[in-house]
Nanobody
Framework: QVHLVESGGGLVQAGGSLRLSCTAS????????MSWYRQAPGKQRELVTF???????KYADSVKGRFTISRDNAKNTVYLQMNSLKPEDTAVYYC??????????????WGQGTQVTVSS
């Protein structure tokens, strides 16, 4: 089995920063793209950002210039540095990864989510 474990959520004032981490554990061949999604109360889950195993990144317009995704392949970990946080960033943040079980088969794996709350 493959698991993604997130950490780093919490309560922060507007304008503050948080850093989320997500580490993959278990037996697998590779980790392909890694992503962060978020879901606010009463809203659909949305893609915040992703990073490929080659380091290419993309961001939602709402977080460009404030959030930075990075990964440490040696640690099987992806990070989300969130700066200049706004109350509208409040959500449960989920890590997602494409886990290569072998050179051909990929499994879509989700973390359990971590709450981020930004107070005004």
């Amino acid at each position: 089995q493959v698991h993604l474990v997130e950490s780093g959520g919490g309560l922060v004032q507007a304008g503050g920063s948080l850093r989320l981490s997500c580490t993959a554990s278990g037996s697998f061949f590779s980790i392909n793209a890694m992503s962060w999604y978020r879901q606010a109360p009463g809203k659909q889950r949305e893609l915040v950002t992703f990073i490929t195993n080659g380091g290419r990144t993309k961001y939602a317009d709402s977080v460009k210039g404030r959030f930075t995704i990075s990964r440490d392949n040696a640690k099987n970990t992806v990070y989300l540095q969130m700066n200049s946080l706004k109350p509208e960033d409040t959500a449960v943040y989920y890590c997602n990864a494409g886990i290569g079980l072998n050179p051909i088969d990929e499994l879509d794996v989700w973390g359990q989510g971590t709450q981020v709350t930004v107070s005004s």
